[in-house]
Nanobody
């Protein structure tokens, strides 16, 4: 089971921290990631992290978002700073991903477990 939390509405330039709680069976995998789906658009990869804590970011969020994990608690996080209106989307946590998630962001179909999503809205 994968459950996200931490979404909400924030003004442009503000910050939010998303959390993802994964069951033991869905956590210990090669990589995990955050995806997002803006209104009317396809789901896109935001950031991924592998078991060695290597990370990869989409160019649109590089320098503003930070992905991290707590191995002891089976948790995944996404710290989002300097938020922009174009960051508005439903954000999804994905686990049970393939190797290499620290060098590139795997495609959505490569992840086997997903959360229900949490809405992030950035106002001007």
């Amino acid at each position: 089971q994968v459950v996200e939390s931490g979404g909400g509405t924030v003004q442009s330039g503000g910050s939010l921290r998303l959390s993802c709680a994964a069951s033991r069976s869905t956590y210990r995998t090669y990589s995990m990631a955050w995806f997002r789906q803006p209104p009317g658009k396809e789901r896109e990869g935001v950031a991924s992290i592998d078991d060695d804590d290597k990370t990869k970011y989409a160019d649109s969020v590089k320098g503003r978002f930070t992905i991290s994990q707590d191995h002891a608690k089976n948790m995944l996080f996404l710290q989002m700073d300097k938020l922009r209106p174009e960051d508005t989307a439903i954000y999804y946590c994905a686990t049970e991903g393939p190797p290499g998630g620290g060098f590139y962001i795997p495609q959505a179909y490569e992840y086997n477990s997903w959360g229900q999503g949490t809405q992030v809205t950035v106002s001007t």
